[in-house]
């Protein structure tokens, strides 16, 4: 069935030290694999998609690696910052369909 | 920078009662979109708006719920007769389309039904 799913709940880093953020999905059908940031009462913010015939991309402080064998995406923020604290979500669009489903979010708390 | 932006932040309302939604996507942008997030929990798709219709929806989006474009600008969600477990947030997005497949999201509102 879909769903895509995280593998923990809280991430604590210390500022400057880079982070990763960890995603596991089950939909071998999903096309785009989307990165959004939660900050506190705010809507997601885009931060970084990947097609599914890529396995890596890069942004600006951020990279996104697909792992399709094992069905594992990640999200790498260099040289984490105190702006960077947010929850993290990462997303599956199924092909052919529009809608995104979402997976239970990363919580990311930066260390002084 | 262009904006989702939606309206009202918050809306108390009584169970049984209905409850409009609005929002103003992107004014160039041709997909729309209402997803909810209860309290804690994962962002939820709820209905998917396309070239005037509905073109998806989830098991969520009973009969209960409807979406309207009335005007070209404003795109709404109407919940007729909330249920307590109405109570979320609710955000509006909208994409153009293509590549990066980024839905811009609202900020959102959050529905209290007491």
């Known amino acids: 069935g879909e769903s895509v799913g995280l593998h923990l709940p809280t991430l604590s880093v210390q500022e400057g030290d880079n982070s990763i953020i960890n995603c596991a999905y089950s939909?071998?059908?999903?096309?785009?694999f989307i990165w959004y940031k939660q900050e506190s009462g705010k809507g997601p913010q885009f931060i970084i998609d990947?097609?599914?015939?890529?396995d890596k991309r890069q942004g600006q402080r951020v990279t996104v690696l697909l792992n399709k064998t094992v069905k594992h995406l990640s999200l790498q923020i260099a040289a984490t910052q105190p702006g960077d604290s947010a929850v993290y979500f990462c997303?599956?669009?199924?092909?052919?369909?529009?809608?995104?489903?979402f997976g239970q979010g990363t919580r990311l708390t930066i260390n002084p | 920078e262009p904006e989702v932006t939606q309206t009202p932040s918050h809306q108390v309302t009584q169970m049984g009662q209905e409850v409009i939604l609005r929002c103003v996507p992107i004014?160039?942008?041709?997909?729309f979109y209402w997803y909810r997030q209860i309290l804690g929990q994962k962002v939820e798709f709820l209905v998917s708006?396309?070239?005037?219709?509905?073109?998806?929806k989830s098991e969520i989006f009973d009969d209960q719920f409807s979406v309207e474009r009335p005007d070209g600008s404003n795109f709404t969600l109407k919940i007729r007769s909330t249920k307590l477990e109405d109570s979320a947030m609710y955000f509006c997005?909208?994409?153009?389309?293509?590549?990066?497949?980024?839905?811009?999201f609202g900020p959102g509102t959050r529905l209290t039904v007491t």
């Open positions: 997005a909208s994409f153009l389309a293509g590549v990066p497949y980024e839905q811009y």
């Open positions: 997303a599956e669009k199924i092909q052919g369909a529009q809608k995104l489903v």
């Open positions: 939909n071998s059908a999903s096309d785009y």
């Open positions: 990947i097609r599914s015939n890529m």
């Open positions: 708006f396309y070239n005037n219709e509905i073109s998806e």
């Open positions: 004014s160039n942008h041709l997909y």
